[in-house]
């Protein structure tokens, strides 16, 4: 296998080097060979707020030419010399077209005037209409925030990752649960990044809220399938988040807004004109402050917040420097009886360097942690309870544009892990608790990479690429063991010995090609295929049907082996009515292997025996993907409808046959609209659909001294499904009334979210029945079982 991967690379990176080939006679003739070819490269960017324009397009429609430009709006553009006609273009912004004459190579920068018709930038899909069946990658979905702030809220909240459930093959497992499930796969398959910065909790308020501050957010792209090399450590997908950078803004930007549960601010402004700028965001709930009013519960606290900051500084045309810093919390206080708070913290320190019109390089710094903390103050029960996950990472990326058909990207990273699964410690010599600490572990994880994006043809092109990662399991000072026992059952440790620090204890390697192709059909439709290898070796421990802030990351060990994940999709892609639709079909089967599930009753927490805990098997899933979306007009929204499945079958639980995990959905509908009344006033709605999650329920029982004792039988796994999941939600935005010339712009928000009140099950429990105690009754958990209103109030200046 490996001799074929090998020979497959040197193949593809012959073919690279290749000049394309046309294949259509209708297709341009290419510059003959005796052409010199020159590289135009430069940045766009938006002409108002100086924020890089990722995505847009670069082309020469004489040539049949063109390039996207990249994640800091760069582009790189090999031409014949000569004269050309250069349209620069993104959904949203005035096309522009400029005419260059070409002796050598050139640096061209660009801003884009916003489009004055409000309809066409409400849904941001990409450079051009036309790229969903133009582009390699394919199972890829982006939301731009303009879209996001439009949509229905809950309790005033525009929400990142709840807009992102309402695309095709992502759910959650149910109203108020952490994260979210793509293809299905768990929450902890997810690569979530935030300007590279890796975010281990995406949640306040236990799944209620996004951990991401609307105002600071620029663009969102999910990657479900077709993950390019360069990204790596998760199973399922990649939700690449960008924060605004506020490049070259020219002047002092300020908007926020004022909801029922938090209120936010953003500013953006020039430090040093056209070199530096910073933009810093803040957002904070406020119900602590109701709570001070009454009596009796003026001493607790609950609130959540978060605040980021980005500085960009460019020290030449050639050279930019990005500082970004982002602090989120959530906070739990009752009075001097216990006491909770757990959120994320990392940096980024990036530096992006043009070495010449055709090689653009990255090189970063990120550090990131997560950790919660819980207690009791005082008494005689006071302890405190603290774990936390820390990465540290360097890495540095390069792209160079080989020729007019290739571009090449490739690059190196290393990861720095430090585990602190849990410490208690008593408060006060009269505790009733002792110290109890989980021993810490570390680990390293390096990564090498080499991805190239070639047009074979007119009709043909591809993305591939190989990644080479190790993983390396590192001693701590403390011991190790290996757990044994019988199949399906809890294991024991044996073979204890110590470990020197920053010794390797278990190394592990893998190779993870990826690639994705597109042949166009015609102008308006092509089909897609992507496969796609990957490898995580880090996990998340929880043996509930939802997370939870108090669940752990564990590396893999000589125990725990990584998960490996294999997954093939095709594709559909088609545009209908010059553009203003775009509908697509895919198709997608996926294996894992390595999967966690657990033992009976296992205890995940304080368990310095956690490892014995664990069970393992295999995973697979499948499915298909219905997307209809209309981009223009009006009306705008979309309709997303997916089957699938997701399954597990693991030694010693259900008898050894598969069973549906416990975020798989069989169906899952979305339908999204907004509609622009007028200038002023635009009104929207979602509904959503998804089949009820599988749980494992008692099918039998036993009667003791008369009560009734629910029990599962036979190993059953995930054996029940809740009640299906739906939901309709509506909202509206008004703006206010703006004088000629005035700079401060606001708008009202309203939403109601659950519009016809539906309990949908967060969870069932059963108990005795209180006038018949020898009957087992199953009673509904709802996070939300009723209408909620909500109204807020958002302005900028």
């Known amino acids: 296998m490996k001799t074929t991967l090998y020979l497959g690379l040197t193949a593809g990176l012959w073919l690279a080097a290749q000049p394309a080939r046309s ?408 505790s009733i608790f002792i110290g109890l600490k989980v021993d810490a572990q570390q680990a390293g994880e390096y990564a090498a990479y080499l991805d190239n994006e070639q047009t074979i043809s007119t009709r043909l092109q591809a993305q591939y690429g190989l990644r080479l990662s190790v993983f390396d399991f590192l001693g701590s000072g403390t011991r190790v063991f290996d757990y044994v026992g019988a199949v399906g059952q809890r294991k024991d440790p044996v073979n204890g010995r110590d470990t020197k620090n920053g010794e390797v204890i278990k190394r592990y390697a893998n190779l993870e090609p990826r690639a994705s192709l597109r042949f166009t059909l015609d102008e308006t439709s092509s089909l897609k295929a992507s496969y796609n290898r990957t490898v995580q070796y880090i996990h998340l421990v929880s043996n509930t049907t939802a997370s939870s802030p108090l669940d752990i990351w564990t590396p893999s060990t000589n125990n725990v082996q990584p998960e490996r994940g294999n997954q093939v999709a095709i594709g559909y892609f088609r545009n209908l009515r010059d553009n203003q639709y775009e509908a697509s079909v895919e198709v997608f089967g996926k294996t894992m292997s390595n999967q966690i599930d657990y033992v009976n009753g296992a205890n995940t927490l304080l368990n310095k025996d956690l490892e014995g805990e664990l069970l393992y098997g295999d995973g697979r899933a499948y499915g298909a993907e219905f997307y209809v979306k209309k981009n223009q007009g009006p009306l705008t929204g979309w309709v997303s409808y997916t089957l699938s499945r997701s399954e597990r079958q693991i030694d010693g639980l259900n008898a050894g046959k598969w069973y549906p995990n416990k975020y798989d959905k069989t169906h899952s509908l979305s339908v999204v609209g907004l509609y622009e009344v007028s200038k002023r006033l635009f009104v929207s709605a979602n509904f959503a659909y998804g089949t009820g999650v599988a749980t494992t329920f008692p099918n039998a029982r036993f009667v003791y001294e008369g009560l009734v004792v629910p029990v599962v039988g036979g190993d059953a796994r995930n054996n029940y499904r809740v009640p299906a999941y739906h939901r309709l939600d509506f909202g509206a935005t008004l703006k206010n009334r703006q004088k000629p010339n005035q700079r401060w712009q606001s708008e009202w928000v309203f939403s109601v979210y659950n519009a016809y009140a539906r309990r949908n099950a967060y969870g069932i429990y059963f108990r005795q029945n209180q006038d018949n105690p020898r009957q087992t009754e199953a009673v509904r958990l709802s996070v939300f079982g009723t209408v909620l209103p909500s109204v807020s109030y958002n302005f900028n200046f």
């Open 23 to 430: 294949q259509s006679a209708d297709a341009p003739r290419p510059a003959p060979a005796a052409t010199a070819k020159v590289t135009l490269s430069g940045y766009l960017r938006d002409g108002a707020t100086g924020e890089a324009l990722i995505g847009a397009s670069v082309f020469v429609k004489a040539l049949g030419i063109g390039v996207n430009t990249d994640e800091n709006g760069f582009y790189a553009l090999q031409l014949p010399k000569g004269a050309h006609v250069i349209t620069f273009q993104v959904i949203g912004f005035e096309p522009r077209e400029e005419r260059v004459e070409l002796t050598g190579d050139l640096t061209r920068s660009v801003k884009l005037a916003a489009q004055r018709v409000q309809t066409q930038e409400v849904l941001v899909q990409g450079a051009r209409a036309e790229d969903n069946i133009k582009k390699p990658e394919m199972s890829v979905n982006r939301l731009d925030m303009k879209t996001v702030k439009l949509m229905p809220a809950l309790l005033g909240e525009v929400d990142v990752v709840r807009s992102i459930q309402l695309l095709p093959g992502v759910t959650t497992v149910g109203e108020g649960a952490s994260g979210f499930n793509v293809r299905g796969g768990g929450i902890d398959q997810n690569l979530i990044l935030m300007d590279e910065i890796p975010v281990y909790n995406v949640s306040h308020l236990f799944g209620l809220f996004s951990a991401f501050n609307p105002d600071a957010v620029e663009s969102m792209k999910l990657y479900k399938g077709g993950i390019p090399a360069q990204y790596g450590g998760r199973l399922s997908s990649l939700l690449d988040v960008r924060l605004r950078d506020g490049q070259a803004a020219d002047r002092l930007h300020v908007n926020g807004g004022i909801g029922l549960i938090s209120s936010r601010l953003a500013v953006e402004a020039p430090l040093i004109k056209d070199r530096t700028s910073v933009v810093l965001a803040g957002r904070r709930s406020y119900g602590d402050l109701f709570l001070k009013l009454v009596p009796e519960q003026k001493n607790n606290q609950a609130y959540f917040y978060d605040l980021s900051v980005k500085v960009n500084h460019r020290f030449s045309a050639r050279d930019q420097l990005q500082l970004t810093g982002y602090r989120g919390r959530d906070v739990f206080n009752f009075a001097n009886v216990f006491k909770n708070d757990w959120g994320n913290t990392g940096g980024t320190v990036r530096w992006t360097h043009q070495f010449s019109p055709r090689l653009i390089g990255n090189f970063s710094a990120v550090a990131a942690e997560y950790d919660y903390a819980l207690g009791v103050p005082n008494g005689t029960q006071a302890f405190e309870w603290t774990s936390d996950i820390r990465n540290y990472t360097g890495k540095a990326d390069l792209s160079y544009v080989l020729n007019a058909s290739n571009t090449l990207s490739g690059g190196v990273s290393g990861t720095r892990y430090h585990f602190n699964p849990a410490t208690v410690k008593p408060l006060s010599t009269e």
